[in-house]
């Protein structure tokens, strides 16, 4: 944030090292995300500890959509409009799509800047797995913006319990019921009730919950499942092709690769399903990757982006998990499977910084990576964990209310 004003450097986003504007606002409608987050910070850790299992999933899900619901309604409606009211989102192509078929078959043309008619930002910067499932939900008649958005916040808010599940499946029950409180109230709130990122952080741990499942339980279906899941996520976006790290740590974790095979052929038919189709990733990335350097991300220095994505991320993770690191490297050590699990997360992280096709906007473009690891201050001594999941909520309260975000 300090560096771009020091240097005189334009960086290209409005806030470095956030895609945002410096908007302060405050209204009637912040009071209840207040008191929501307070109420949350007391009850949670508590709740964690004695509802039965089940109770606790649905309460994990529930308070997820709560608080990420409260803190993007303290602008109203528009909190969760807004974005899907943008024509460089991926409704405005969606609802103009016709012919399933044709849309693949013609997709890799409409890439480029110079193409006619080409897509617009988020369409073009994606695998088509993305948009079609906006296709989909426009297709079910949920065309207002509103309602869009709390779709993607209800399947979003999915996410935690696929990753309460991992956690319990590869470790422990105390260990899954200990992270709820810290991925609910975590700051990636802000950004995950508002674009397509958060849809594919939920699919995402889904796909690595059933990989666990199917290492623990040796069954094939789970695992073909998981390849499915994890296959989509391939067409989603380019850059979860990082989440074979999270998937060999999954492996590794359970100590078996007996459901590889299996997950390896779900991935494939997904695969098959879209080239057959008429879309071929390995042909659409390159052209991807020239349409990025034609435009803003040819302005945008890797310089400062490298150490500015870092900055940025950590408005969704917190500084809470930055005071975790030290003792979970020490967890690290002694194999608990938050901290591997976490420690993969962040090796997918480095490698997405270092590639260069992750230049700013990296607080939505990580989230499926990013809810591995917020849970990582559970592990810290109990006294300080109200404090620091206060810290949390008011982070993501100030960015929310400071800032206006685009995603």
Same mark, same amino acid.
């Given at each position: 944030m300090v560096v771009p004003l020091w240097l005189d450097d334009d960086v290209r986003v409005h806030f470095p090292p956030l895609h945002a504007d410096w908007d302060p606002r405050f209204g009637v409608l912040t009071l209840p995300a207040i008191a929501i987050g307070l109420l949350f910070v007391l009850v949670l850790p508590g709740l964690a500890r004695t509802l039965p299992w089940r109770a606790l999933l649905a309460t994990?899900?529930? *308070?997820?959509?709560? !608080? /990420?619901?409260? =803190?993007?309604? @303290?602008?109203?409606?528009?909190?969760?409009?807004?974005?899907?009211?943008?024509?460089?989102?991926?409704?405005?192509?969606?609802?103009?799509v016709g012919s399933i078929h044709t849309m693949l078959q013609?997709?890799?043309?409409?890439?480029?800047?110079?193409?006619?008619?080409?897509?617009?930002?988020?369409?073009?910067?994606h695998p088509p797995g993305a948009l079609l499932y906006f296709v989909g939900v426009?297709?079910?008649?949920? *065309?207002?913006?509103? !309602? /869009?958005?709390? =779709?993607?916040? @209800?399947?979003?808010?999915?996410?935690?319990?696929?990753?309460m599940i991992?956690?319990?499946?590869?470790?422990t029950e105390k260990i899954a019921r200990s992270a709820m409180p810290w991925i609910v109230l975590a700051p990636t709130a802000v950004w995950m009730g508002v674009n397509g990122d958060a849809v594919f952080t939920a699919v995402a741990a889904w796909g690595l919950a059933l990989l666990a499942v199917a290492a623990k339980n040796r069954r094939a279906l789970p695992a073909v499942g998981a390849g499915l899941l994890l296959g989509y996520c391939v067409y989603l976006s380019y850059g979860l092709t990082l989440l074979g790290v999270l998937a060999v740590a999954v492996l590794l974790v359970a100590?078996?690769?007996?459901?590889?095979?299996?997950?390896?052929?779900?991935?494939?038919?997904?695969?098959?399903a879209f080239t057959l189709g008429g879309f071929a990733w390995w042909e659409a990335y390159p052209v991807l990757r020239e349409r990025y350097y034609d435009g803003i991300a040819s302005e945008r220095a890797f310089s400062y982006w490298v150490w500015g994505n870092i900055a940025a991320w950590t408005f969704t993770a917190g500084l809470a998990v930055w005071a975790a690191f030290p003792v979970g490297v020490r967890a690290l050590r002694e194999r608990n499977v938050l901290a591997q699990l976490a420690a993969a997360a962040l090796l997918t992280i480095?490698?997405?910084?270092?590639?260069?096709?992750?230049?700013?906007?990296?607080?939505r473009i990580w989230l499926p990576f990013t809810i591995?690891?917020?849970a990582l201050p559970s592990l810290l001594p109990t006294r300080w964990h109200k404090p620091l999941l206060a810290s949390q909520v008011v982070l993501a309260l100030l960015a929310q209310q400071l800032l206006l975000t685009r995603w």
């Open positions: 994990a899900f529930a *308070t997820t959509w709560v !608080w /990420i619901v409260a =803190v993007a309604m @303290t602008e109203g409606t528009e909190g969760l409009a807004r974005t899907f009211e943008r024509r460089q989102e991926y409704v405005y192509d969606a609802q103009s013609t997709f890799i043309d409409r890439i480029p800047y110079d193409a006619p008619d080409n897509w617009y930002v988020h369409v073009a910067g426009d297709r079910l008649g949920i *065309t207002d913006p509103f !309602w /869009i958005g709390v =779709v993607c916040v @209800t399947i979003a808010s999915t996410a935690i319990v696929a990753v991992t956690l319990r499946t590869l470790g100590r078996t690769w007996r459901p590889l095979p299996w997950a390896l052929g779900g991935a494939l038919v997904v695969a098959a480095v490698v997405a910084d270092l590639s260069g096709m992750s230049k700013a906007e990296v607080e591995w690891i917020v």
